[in-house]
Structures are given as C-alpha cells and as structure tokens.
Nanobody, 122 residues
Framework: EVQLVESGGGLVQPGGSLKLSCTAS????????IAWIRQVAEQGQGITWV?????????YYSAAVKGRFTISRDNAKNTLDLQMDNLKTEDTGHYYC??????????????RGRGTQVIVSS
C-alpha cells in the first residue's frame, strides 16, 4: 500500500522560508515521479500542481513558484523535500506529497498523503 507522510508545515511571515518533507513507503520510490501539490486557502480552489521531480531527478515547477521553491528527492531514504523561500500570502494552503501509480506524474488519478498546512501571514 502506498503511503506518503508529509511534515514541516507551519506559520511563517511573508518573505520567510519553510522546508516540507515527505517520507514514502509501499512502492519502489526510485521508479516514480514524485510531486508536491497544494490546495490554496481560497474557497473553491481545487488541488493544483506545485512541482515534481522525475524518477531521473529532473525538476519541474509551476509558474507560481518557479525561482522560489526547490524540489529534491533522496532515493536512498525514500524522501522528497520542498524548500520554499520568499513565501507569499498566496502560498497559504494545504500541501500534499503525491505520486501517480502509473509512474510518470499526472495529477488526475494521483495518490497523495494527508498533507501539511502552510500559513503565510504577518
């Protein structure tokens, strides 16, 4: 059974930094693309893709976070990190670690953990 456990969320001021981590189990981590997705605070906003890193270690970022967030993976430890710098109030939301059972990353049909809350506020 795929299990993804996120940690590292919290309250931070605008311009500050947070590092999220995800520990994975139940599948061969190194064979899968892994992603961070989020549900922002505004009502009616669905889950959106933040960043992903391929099984070969290639990172991809949404336009909203490119240049501010850094995604990384450690296949030896089955972990995924998201370093978030220069945080903005619009980054407030619930962040999830996710993977797609088919291998290559796709949001539709993906499996995610329970998530961790990030609040950016002064």
């Amino acid at each position: 059974e795929v299990q993804l456990v996120e940690s590292g969320g919290g309250l931070v001021q605008p311009g500050g930094s947070l590092k999220l981590s995800c520990t994975a189990s139940g599948f061969t981590f190194s064979n899968y693309d892994i992603a961070w997705i989020r549900q922002v605070a505004e009502q009616g906003q669905g889950i959106t893709w933040v960043a992903d890193v391929t099984s070969r270690g290639e990172p991809y970022y949404s336009a909203a976070v490119k240049g501010r967030f850094t995604i990384s993976r450690d296949n030896a430890k089955n972990t995924l990190d998201l370093q978030m710098d220069n945080l903005k109030t619009e980054d407030t939301g619930h962040y999830y670690c996710a993977m797609h059972p088919g291998g290559p990353w796709r949001l539709s049909g993906s499996v995610r953990g329970r998530g961790t809350q990030v609040i950016v506020s002064s």
